[in-house]
Nanobody, 124 residues
Framework: QVQLVESGGGLVQAGDSLRLSCAAS????????MGWFRQAPKKEREFVAA????????RHADSVKGRFTISRDNAKNTVYLQMNSLKPEDTAVYYC?????????????????WGQGTQVTVSS
């Protein structure tokens, strides 16, 4: 099993930046591909970004390319989501997820473990 805990969310103004963190415990963190998803009220859970176990490969949703960057620090068992130029439409609960496969998947059902989520609210 893997336990994931997100942090770093909050209330910010449009155009501001946030860095989300996801701390992992349990099995070896570097053995998992990691992803970030978000879910806004009345909307389905949406893929944001994913990263390979080495950090050498990443995938970002078109809606966040150029603004968000996923990264990981295996020595700290932590994955990050740097969010710049935030927009009101980025408002959502952001979830960290882990999967024991070697595909940078955008499908939530492919992920085995999930954190509790952290709220990001962007005001206009």
């Amino acid at each position: 099993q893997v336990q994931l805990v997100e942090s770093g969310g909050g209330l910010v103004q449009a155009g501001d930046s946030l860095r989300l963190s996801c701390a992992a415990s349990g099995r070896t963190f570097s053995s998992y591909y990691m992803g970030w998803f978000r879910q806004a009220p009345k909307k389905e859970r949406e893929f944001v970004a994913a990263i390979s176990w080495s950090g050498s490969s990443t995938r970002h949703a078109d809606s966040v390319k150029g603004r968000f960057t996923i990264s990981r620090d295996n020595a700290k068992n932590t994955v990050y989501l740097q969010m710049n130029s935030l927009k009101p439409e980025d408002t959502a609960v952001y979830y960290c997820a882990a999967r024991s496969d070697t595909v940078l998947s955008a499908y939530p059902g492919h992920y085995d473990y999930w954190g509790q989520g952290t709220q990001v609210t962007v005001s206009s």
